[in-house]
């Protein structure tokens, strides 16, 4: 036989077995990630007797993006604009720290919600805890609903600063009753097909919490992606959440972790290095056009301190420099006080951020 007529002989065992392997990789692949629908029903944890919020009442809440219980003095892998800042996770000293001053803030602000972003819940990275459960039962049943959503779930993600299972989610919780919570999903990030999943699915988390005597109040928060410049990304998640919001009926509330800046003038302020994650012209700009917010284009263009909500583990930043959580409200609702807590040493490497509404 010719050695050529032989290698045409192979050549198709060779396809087949090139496509049993790609089939195989696509399994695990699909096997080790996550895959919520567009809308979905969140978990939720409340008491069938736990009372309703009621007509006329000021509801206080309170937003916070908590960075998995990390606590200050780290300088993680994705802190530095080059990707290779020397830390991959917090010892159990420091979220054990943490975890105690997460819950003295929300003992000493006495929100009735309580919106938490970046919750760790069996992540190798914090030991597998669930972290919503931690602080809900330090909090000695002041808040007995909870809800929750996870935006970044894989049994394994083969990242070489990670190589383990993560669970990252949205949790909110209720002093008063919770009806139902959904969760929404983001526009992904753009990316190779395996890049992205494993990568975050953004989503918003939002529960609707009975009121007696009038319409539910909804409460909604996010952390939405960061990193995204050469594609859409922000544009479309902003385009989502505008979308969602046109159509939940008010009054109803928004807040969590947008990582945008809210105008010009903020991101004029930072300094060069800093601007390379945001664009000039902001994408959050819809929001803040169609909706009242906290901080608003004024406050944040006055450049004073106490509107700023985030502190930057780089060491290169070194100070709190920039607006990226905000609070977004339905029309007419009225506020009676807002502000962002600035702890001093941090917690977070974010602020909380408090706002309270009259119900109608």
């Given at each position: 036989?010719?050695?050529?007529?032989?290698?045409?002989?192979?050549?198709?065992?060779?396809?087949?077995?090139?496509?049993?392997?790609?089939?195989?990789?696509?399994?695990?692949?699909?096997?080790?990630?996550?895959?919520?629908?567009?809308?979905?029903?969140?978990?939720?944890?409340?008491?069938?007797?736990?009372?309703?919020?009621?007509?006329?009442q000021?509801?206080?809440?309170?937003?916070?993006?908590?960075?998995?219980?990390?606590?200050?003095?780290?300088?993680?892998?994705?802190?530095?604009?080059?990707?290779?800042?020397?830390?991959?996770?917090?010892?159990?000293?420091?979220?054990?720290r943490?975890?105690?001053?997460?819950v003295?803030?929300?003992?000493?602000?006495?929100?009735?919600?309580?919106?938490?972003?970046?919750?760790?819940?069996?992540s190798?990275?914090?030991?597998?805890?669930?972290?919503?459960?931690?602080?809900?039962?330090r909090?000695?049943?002041?808040?007995?609903?909870?809800?929750?959503?996870?935006?970044?779930?894989?049994?394994?993600?083969?990242?070489?600063?990670?190589?383990?299972?993560?669970?990252?989610?949205?949790?909110?919780?209720?002093k008063?009753?919770?009806?139902?919570?959904?969760?929404?999903?983001?526009?992904?990030?753009?990316?190779?097909?395996?890049?992205?999943?494993?990568?975050?699915?953004?989503?918003?988390?939002?529960?609707?919490?009975?009121?007696?005597?009038?319409?539910?109040?909804?409460?909604?928060?996010?952390?939405?992606?960061?990193?995204?410049?050469?594609?859409?990304?922000?544009?479309?998640?902003?385009?989502?959440?505008?979308?969602?919001?046109?159509?939940?009926?008010?009054?109803?509330v928004?807040?969590?972790?947008?990582?945008?800046?809210?105008?010009?003038?903020?991101?004029?302020?930072?300094?060069?290095?800093?601007?390379?994650?945001?664009?000039?012209?902001?994408?959050?700009?819809?929001?803040?056009?169609?909706?009242?917010?906290?901080?608003?284009?004024?406050?944040?263009?006055?450049?004073?301190?106490?509107?700023?909500?985030?502190?930057?583990?780089?060491?290169?930043?070194?100070?709190?420099?920039?607006?990226?959580?905000?609070?977004?409200?339905?029309?007419?609702?009225?506020?009676?006080?807002?502000?962002?807590?600035?702890?001093?040493?941090?917690?977070?490497?974010?602020?909380?951020?408090?706002?309270?509404?009259?119900?109608?």
């Amino acid at each position: 036989m010719r050695p050529q007529l032989r290698r045409i002989r192979w050549l198709p065992r060779l396809v087949l077995s090139l496509l049993a392997v790609g089939l195989a990789l696509t399994g695990l692949v699909y096997a080790l990630t996550d895959h919520p629908k567009p809308v979905q029903a969140a978990d939720v944890t409340c008491p069938a007797d736990t009372p309703p919020l009621k007509a006329g009442q000021d509801v206080k809440l309170l937003s916070w993006n908590v960075q998995y219980l990390a606590g200050r003095g780290y300088v993680f892998f994705y802190d530095t604009l080059a990707g290779d800042g020397p830390d991959t996770r917090p010892t159990p000293e420091s979220i054990a720290r943490t975890l105690d001053e997460v819950v003295d803030v929300i003992r000493a602000e006495n929100a009735d919600v309580v919106m938490l972003q970046e919750v760790d819940r069996d992540s190798k990275r914090t030991d597998y805890a669930d972290q919503l459960q931690l602080i809900q039962a330090r909090l000695g049943g002041a808040y007995p609903c909870t809800a929750t959503a996870y935006y970044h779930r894989a049994a394994f993600v083969p990242h070489p600063k990670i190589m383990g299972k993560v669970g990252l989610s949205l949790s909110t919780l209720s002093k008063t009753s919770i009806a139902a919570a959904t969760r929404y999903q983001l526009p992904r990030i753009c990316g190779d097909p395996v890049t992205v999943a494993f990568n975050f699915k953004r989503a918003v988390l939002g529960v609707t919490l009975p009121v007696q005597g009038s319409r539910p109040l909804t409460a909604l928060h996010t952390h939405m992606d960061a990193f995204a410049q050469g594609c859409t990304t922000m544009q479309n998640q902003v385009a989502a959440v505008q979308e969602l919001l046109d159509t939940t009926p008010a009054p109803w509330v928004m807040g969590g972790d947008f990582n945008l800046l809210g105008t010009r003038a903020a991101y004029d302020r930072l300094r060069e290095r800093e601007r390379a994650y945001f664009n000039p012209d902001t994408e959050l700009t819809p929001l803040m056009d169609n909706y009242e917010s906290f901080p608003s284009r004024a406050q944040i263009d006055s450049g004073e301190p106490e509107f700023i909500t985030h502190y930057a583990n780089d060491p290169a930043v070194g100070r709190p420099d920039r607006t990226i959580d905000y609070f977004f409200y339905s029309a007419g609702l009225p506020r009676t006080a807002e502000r962002v807590r600035q702890d001093d040493p941090k917690i977070s490497d974010h602020y909380a951020m408090l706002t309270t509404v009259r119900l109608p």
